[in-house]
T-cell receptor, first 119, second 110 residues
Framework: GAVVSQHPSRVICKSGTSVKIECRSLDFQATTMFWYRQFPKQSLMLMATSNEGSKATYEQGVEKDKFLINHASLTLSTLTVTSAHPEDSSFYIC???????????????FGPGTRLTVL | SQQGEEDPQALSIQEGENATMNCSYKTSINNLQWYRQNSGRGLVHLILIRSNEREKHSGRLRVTLDTSKKSSSLLITASRAADTASYFCATQTSGSRLTFGEGTQLTVNP
């Protein structure tokens, strides 16, 4: 149980286009989902926290108009990279926090990641 | 900002040897977690140690936590080539937000 999927796993796009990445919790409900980006050989940097039915909370330095996050249901969150540029090329990883109290409160389950390459 | 620092950044050992990775952090925490990431893949949760725990074991993994020094270590015993991966520590304070360390790239040579 506690499987998180991401789609697509890999995407190549032209500069200026928008790309949507989906994050789904397959066998549990996720009240909160997190979006991270990871550059090669670096750690994960939290971009935003997404709560179902409300606006996402963005980390300092992350442009909310650039990285649109929607968390419309308890099993799906989407990240849209708008007007993508080569510097947006990165590995994007989502995680989902299972709904419910302890012992689930601290658990996050990670998706397999999406490799975005902007030409 | 990342509050975790890990050392070494890279570690290369022979199969069968033990691998030790360290993680330091700056603020008080609720728990500390270790994750593994194979190249270009997602994260796999290895072990969670709470702030009131000092040591925890899971199979070939042993994690220690010293809250007075704000540090943790991950020991992998009898390493295998399949253990080759990046290992990250992540701290959790109140709420569910995780803050990741810089990671250690472990290479286990057959």
């Amino acid at each position: 149980g506690a499987v998180v999927s991401q789609h697509p796993s890999r995407v190549i796009c032209k500069s200026g286009t928008s790309v949507k990445i989906e994050c789904r919790s397959l066998d549990f409900q996720a009240t909160t989902m997190f979006w991270y980006r990871q550059f090669p050989k670096q750690s994960l940097m939290l971009m935003a926290t997404s709560n179902e039915g409300s606006k996402a909370t963005y980390e300092q330095g992350v442009e909310k108009d650039k990285f649109l996050i929607n968390h419309a249901s308890l099993t799906l969150s989407t990240l849209t990279v708008t007007s993508a540029h080569p510097e947006d090329s990165s590995f994007y990883i989502c995680s989902a926090r299972r709904a419910g109290g302890a012992p689930y409160y601290n658990e996050q389950f990670f998706g397999p990641g999406t490799r975005l390459t902007v030409l | 900002s990342q509050q975790g620092e890990e050392d070494p950044q890279a570690l290369s050992i022979q199969e069968g040897e033990n691998a030790t990775m360290n993680c330091s952090y700056k603020t008080s925490i609720n728990n500390l977690q270790w994750y593994r990431q194979n190249s270009g893949r997602g994260l796999v949760h290895l072990i969670l140690i709470r702030s009131n725990e000092r040591e925890k074991h899971s199979g070939r993994l042993r994690v220690t936590l010293d809250t007075s020094k704000k540090s943790s270590s991950l020991l992998i015993t009898a390493s295998r080539a399949a253990d080759t991966a990046s290992y990250f520590c992540a701290t959790q304070t109140s709420g569910s937000r995780l803050t990741f360390g810089e990671g250690t790239q472990l290479t286990v040579n057959p």
